[in-house]
């Protein structure tokens, strides 16, 4: 997943189904979590199952959330309450995504358009390290 904004529940329930079809293949396969930002500012934060050892997700490189639980501290976004999520200097989201494979393609540009460059930031938004 990758975006910006503020959500309070993000949840793939009726988006995607799990287990196999009559033929016997995976329905769902491939889903990525990488290089995301997870942070609620009142600390209820939580990841309703671990997808961590799940075969059908890569997760990778995210700021926050590892083994399907919250784990970090404040991103220091610039101005989360007005809607700004870049990273402040000194934010502990920098430099989270440091493997080349985890930008290309979809991934090569944040939500503003500026490409990525390794290491890059957790989130929606490009900050050098």
Known sequence: MHGDG????????GIATFGVNRAGQQIVSGIELIGNLAWNPD???????DVAGDPRFTVAQNHNVRNGA???????FVDAANGDF???PGSPARAKVTTAAYIAGLYAKDSNGTAHVLPTSA????AAA
């Open 86 to 88: 870049n990273l402040r």
């Open 123 to 126: 989130g929606a938004y490009y």
């Open 70 to 76: 919250f784990v970090g501290d404040d991103p220091l």
């Open 43 to 49: 600390g209820q934060l939580r990841m309703a199952t």
């Open 6 to 13: 503020s959500y309070r529940d993000i949840s793939i329930d």
